[in-house]
């Protein structure tokens, strides 16, 4: 969050805005890389409109969560969203993309549009959202705003400057419209451009004959080609703004006011019942059933928890009864721990407009609009709010996969008692972050974005919870098995006094192909063990295979072979062969019968080309296999990225999302997926062992 001042329930501000049609409403989310300017811009757009508002301090604070402030702007409402720019919050990026109906891309115009910087402009097309460009950062002494303007062109599609700025003595003072402004010489050819560019855009096939003719066009006839275009997405204006000066504000938002698109010629979600069926009726118009959806969840100490909503469709009454519902599970193809599918009815606590972290009450939210709810017990990030008549499920956006495992141990009894609770708490509000318990290597993971994500995490479990915790090394699932085929017997036999035991088995071990898990074979002739005791065998191998042989993990790619053994007429018994049983595989365990097998993951990795060489040598370190590479495809108009297909070792991977997004320079994301379990270098096991 920025450095505009937390001030909960003050009195100064206007009253919530109360857009009285969906025409009235403008969601305009910044997105752009950390350090660009968009929180600056957001308190200069904020403080521009709300009198009394002022700027923060100038200094950057990495924003981390969305942030959202609700204020008139001319004849409408104005939603102003506020992202991250850094890759390991691109959750609440999203979610904010998700909320909005039109971007602002703040660029630094002192800096290149490199290869992250596109990767988030994909963010924005992925989802079609029309955009508008902002160079900031003009005033400083490498900052070229021609130089960028052409950057943008190259990276972006069909990008113009719509305005100029004016420089003096190295601050900008303000900027001239290249279309409504009193241009000159220097400003020629970029309006000749401007000029072009709307007309190819323009609807009027003749319009760009004329005008090659020497016809002089008119300026209102080409504004209104202007405004068309950038609402469709197919051209975005490139505006200088200094937030510092407050140059190009006004022009800003003027921009939003009436060029970019209201909620109603946004595209709606995928809106199914729950069940999966058609659903009628759903529009982004007030009178219509209720559909919003919750995009981003906090949790207050003394008002709970407090859902940050988007109205797709009717309208959202205080002290209403709706139904809320979540299938994350349904749309990511698996569970998705932390997150189990859930549909209850509930009725809407009080109704707020947001302001960072003031709200000012409301009673309605329509069509179109974004209001905070409060006291909904179930509702998380992503859930739909429906009627409760008609219930319905919003398909949530595209969540982004943690890749990154840290194990955490509570640093005190005390701590360990309150960790769950603050976990639970901390995965409600962050789809971001999964949580994990491994009984197996008795570690409670995180599974994140990345190390800020960690450091944020644990911050929070300090600062809000009073949870005192330490990383440690996240351990992978290994597993156990025979490489060498070996006969063993156990003996169970306890005579001594009362009620004695007696089981005795032989029992061959073999190992068997990957994969292939546990098989149990009966060889046993002449009733040698009784019938009855077989299956005592079989379940007695079974569960001491799952508890491992040395070193705790569960032992697969077996057969267990029952050849031959002896009973006792009355102190034979199920667990009597159970215990012989296990005792035969332990007797059969040592290091010159079994090793141990780690898991392997399918990797597909997407960089940019540059860092091809890079990325794979960094592969070969990781004891990874590449199985070939591609063109990825869809990764906008320049080109240039590849997708590597490999398979590596999970305990290689570990550390991945750090390592990548260094060996390439922040270009490059992969996917992975569990393979199978190979087995693991003699060299490896001293450290996967943790001991
Ligand atoms: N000189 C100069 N500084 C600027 C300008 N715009 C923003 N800044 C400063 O640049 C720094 C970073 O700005 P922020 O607004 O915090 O950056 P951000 O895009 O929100 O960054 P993240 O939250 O990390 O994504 C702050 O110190 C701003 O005051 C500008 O036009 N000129
Ligand atoms: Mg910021």
């Known amino acids: 969050m920025g450095a505009m001042a937390k001030t909960p329930g003050r009195s100064d501000l206007p009253a919530a805005p109360n857009p009285a049609s969906p025409q009235d409403i403008r969601n305009v989310v910044l997105v752009g890389p950390g350090g660009a300017g968009k929180t600056a811009l957001f308190e200069a757009l904020v403080a521009a409109r709300v009198p009394g508002q002022r700027t923060g301090t100038g200094e950057h604070v990495r924003t981390t969560t969305l942030t959202a402030a609700s204020f008139t ?10 992202t991250p720019g850094y890759p390991d919050f691109v959750g609440d990026l999203r979610a904010g993309l998700r909320a909005a109906d039109a971007a602002v891309f703040v660029v630094s115009g002192a800096d290149d549009i490199d290869r992250p910087v596109s990767l988030l402009w994909r963010e924005c097309a992925a989802v079609g959202m029309p955009r508008a460009v902002v160079v900031t950062h003009l ?28 420089l003096d003595a190295g601050s900008v003072t303000g900027v001239v419209g290249l279309l409504t402004g009193e241009t000159s010489e220097e400003h020629e050819e970029a309006r000749a451009a401007l000029i072009e560019s709307v007309i190819e855009e323009s609807e009027d096939a003749g319009l760009l004959d004329r005008y090659l003719e020497g016809e002089s066009i008119d300026t209102e006839a080409l504004l209104a080609d202007l405004r068309t275009a950038i609402a469709q997405g197919t051209f975005f204006p490139i505006l200088p703004v200094s937030p510092l000066t407050g140059a190009g504000v006004e022009e800003l938002l003027g921009m939003v006011e009436r060029a970019f698109p209201d909620p109603t010629v946004h595209p709606l979600p995928t809106v199914t019942s729950p069940a999966g069926g058609a659903i009628g009726g759903v529009a982004c118009d007030p009178s219509q059933p209720l559909v919003a959806e919750v995009v981003r969840t906090t949790t207050d100490p003394y008002v709970g928890r407090l859902s940050l909503v988007r109205v797709f469709s009717g ?10 519902s979540g299938h994350l599970g349904d749309f990511v193809g698996h569970e998705v721990a932390g997150h189990p599918a859930h549909d209850d009815d509930e009725r809407v606590g009080p109704l707020a407009s947001p302001f960072v972290d003031a709200h000012r009450p409301r009673g309605t939210a329509i069509a179109g609009d974004l209001a ?9 990030t992503s859930d739909t709010l429906s009627s409760v008549e008609r219930p319905a499920v919003v398909a949530p956006w595209l969540l982004p996969e943690p890749q990154l495992p840290v194990a955490i141990r509570a640093a005190t009894k005390s701590d360990d008692d309150k960790l769950g609770g603050a976990l639970q708490r901390l995965v409600a509000e962050d789809v971001t972050m999964r949580m994990e318990h491994s009984t197996e290597n008795d570690q409670v993971v995180l599974w994140t974005m990345g190390q800020a994500h960690v450091d944020d995490l644990i911050g929070q479990l ?6 005192t915790v330490t990383a440690e090394p996240y351990r992978t699932s290994l597993r156990e098995t025979f490489v060498r085929r070996c006969s063993v017997q156990g003996r169970h036999v306890k005579q001594s006094g009362g009620h004695g035991q007696y089981a005795v088995c032989s029992i061959d071990i073999e190992p068997l192909p990957r994969g292939a898990g546990f098989e149990f074979v009966d060889k046993v002739v002449g009733g040698a063990v009784p019938r009855q005791f077989i ?11 799952e508890k491992g042989l040395l070193t705790g993990h569960p032992v697969v790619d077996v057969r267990v072979t029952l050849t031959d053994g002896k009973a006792h007429s009355v102190d034979s018994s199920d667990v009597a062969f159970q215990t012989a049983a296990a005792l035969a595989l332990k007797e059969a365990a040592n290091a010159s019968t079994m090793a141990l097998l780690e898991p392997i993951d399918r990797v597909d990795i997407t960089i940019a080309d540059e860092y091809l060489g890079a990325v794979m040598s960094d592969l070969r370190g990781r004891r990874g296999q590449v199985l070939g590479t591609e063109p990825a495809d869809g990764m906008g108009p320049e080109g240039g990225w590849t997708v590597v297909h490999a ?12 390592d990548l997004r260094s060996v390439s320079h922040g270009t490059g994301s992969f996917v992975r997926e569990p393979l199978r379990h190979d087995l693991l270098p003699a060299d490896k096991a001293k450290d996967l062992l943790g001991s």
């Open 73 to 82: 702007s001319g004849t409408v409402t104005l939603n102003l969203l506020d």
């Open 372 to 380: 905070l709810v409060s006291k909904l017990t179930r509702a998380e």
């Open 535 to 545: 299956p005592s065998v079989e379940k007695g191998a079974r569960l001491q295979l």
């Open 462 to 467: 300090a600062d809000r919870y009073g949870v």
């Open 139 to 166: 005033d400083q002494p490498r900052a070229d705003f021609a130089a960028t303007v052409q950057m943008c062109r190259r990276t972006f599609g069909d990008a113009r400057a719509t305005h100029w700025p004016v």
């Open 315 to 324: 309208t959202l009454r205080v002290d209403e009864p709706v139904h809320v």
């Open 647 to 658: 398979e590596v070792p999970s305990a290689e991977l570990s550390r991945y999302p750090i």
